[in-house]
């Protein structure tokens, strides 16, 4: 029988019949949008990610582009973002009409490299023809970036700190979570995702009441939100006082309730994810580049990601022993015809190499040692074949 890649269903059996009673209680109470487990929800992710405010939204790429339309980014800025990375995270810059500028990265964890950023910064400061607004650092693959050194980058240049966690919410570094630096925190709760939900969502994790109040009206079109109302009358529903161009980007009430449940037993994965971590690194270290995680930092695992010089090799090797593989970034954002045309201000030599050598392997808190014993020997056949 394959091995799976990601196992949904060993999870599910796990959470047993609470989740199918969260869920059917939902169905039974008709409050499908917005219902009372959204702000349950918002309440429990903001006790867990150390945020004292959340907002639940429609999808992780809904969850970046919110805080840039907050703080009222568009045409003319520059927001600094890694290449390697989904494209969801640069996307966002155009869909509200600012500009990414693509920074490299740190050979050894892949996320944002703060000296790069600093350059970056500064090489689009001298040019001129656009102005530096903000920095969107990335939790590659599970771990946290190096937010002390891109926070003080950020600072010194004036400049909003964004943390994607679409891979990564739950990570921690020196036992803070990335929104002790950063003024907002996002994250993806697709089902692939560390903590995902059985469809779309995201949220916006931040520590300023105005802004998070701003995001509220943002998410459902504009709609008035109470410090909007202070002194003022309007007794009619505030979705139909329409203050700021907004969206729609409400998170169902049933992946809320799915979230609920599966946040209860989120913690005790991260662990079994690093023991799944250390059993690899135990078995692969001395035949391929396993991962390296900032020091202080603990990765939630999102990819367990290594290093080959045959990638294609390998891949079709494990294919063989039916043990399924993932090539996470294999043509960076930068590279891609449709983002061609942004700075990438030095070019991005580490990403371009990174490129073509990564490639992730089955990664899981329920991966059983007669599976990964497997998998490690399985890729040390490989190598000594090829040694």
Known sequence: ????????????????????????????????????????????????GQAPFVLSCGSGTEALQLPLMAWGIGPGDAVFCPSFTFAATAEVMP??????????????????????????????????????????????FGQPADYPAIAAVARKHGLKLIADSAQGFGCTLNGQHPIHWADVATTSFFPAKPLG??????????????????LVSLRVHGQAVKSDLEGKTFDH???????????????????AAVLLQKLSIFADEIEARNRVA?????????????????????????????????????????????????????????????????????GLPVTDAKAGKVMSLPMHPYLTPEDQDAIIAAIRAFAGRNA
Not at 202 to 210: F, I, T
Not at 239 to 249: D, F, Q, T, V
Not at 282 to 291: F, K, Q, R, T
């Open 1 to 48: 029988m394959p091995i799976p890649f990601i196992d949904l269903q060993s999870q599910r059996a796990r959470l047993g019949q609470p989740l199918e009673d969260a869920i059917l209680k939902v169905v039974r109470s008709g409050a499908y949008v917005m219902g009372p487990e959204i702000a349950q929800f918002e309440t429990a992710l903001g006790a867990f």
């Open 278 to 346: 250390a059993r690899y690194a135990a078995g692969l270290s001395d035949v391929v580049a396993v991962p390296k995680v900032i020091e202080g930092g603990v990765s939630v695992w999102a990819q367990y990601t290594i290093e080959v010089g045959d990638r294609d090799g390998l891949i079709a090797h494990l294919k063989g022993h039916e043990i399924p593989t993932a090539v996470y970034y294999p043509i960076p954002i930068h590279r891609q015809d449709v983002y061609s045309a942004y700075p990438a201000p030095g």
């Open 237 to 255: 529903d505030p979705k139909y006082l329409n203050l700021r161009i907004g969206m729609n980007s409400r998170m169902d009430t049933i992946q």
């Open 197 to 214: 939900c059985y469809g779309d969502g995201g949220a916006v994790l931040c520590k300023d009441a105005r802004l998070h109040d701003i």
């Open 95 to 140: 869909l509200v009409g600012a500009s990414p500028v693509f920074v490299d990265i740190l050979p050894d964890t892949y996320n944002l490299d703060p000296a790069a950023l600093d350059r970056a910064i500064e090489a689009v400061k001298a040019d001129g023809e656009l102005t530096p607004r903000a920095v969107i650092a990335v939790d590659l």
